[in-house]
């Protein structure tokens, strides 16, 4: 099947399979990563140094630019150092990807 026609938890599935043991790769990690990813695209056309989320403020761990690479990057399903910042986004809010 092609990759176009892939579900976004089957992407997420084989992204974590990239990712080696920094995913997951369940479907409750799965929608806490949906939540990391739109703060992360929410980051990536913005230069403010601070964000809400959940009517909380928090101070920004990464930059607009790494925003677009982790997003971009995650369009064509590829898992590389930058996307492990990622993972800072979710420890800062609580969450499990």
Do not use: F
């Not at 990813?37 to 990536?44: A, F, M």
């Not at 230069?47 to 369009?75: G, H, M, V």
């Amino acid at each position: 099947m092609e990759q176009t026609r892939w579900s976004e938890y089957s992407r997420y599935l084989v992204l974590s399979d990239k990712a080696g043991h920094k995913l997951r790769g369940n479907y409750y990690s799965y929608q806490d990563y949906q939540v990391v990813r739109s703060v992360i695209e929410r980051l990536s056309i913005t230069d403010n140094t601070t964000y809400t989320y959940d009517d909380t403020i928090y101070n920004r761990k990464i930059t607009s630019t790494e925003a677009k690479s982790i997003i971009n990057n995650l369009e064509i399903g590829k898992w590389t150092k930058i996307n492990e910042k990622m993972l800072l986004v979710g420890n800062q809010l609580g969450l499990r990807v």
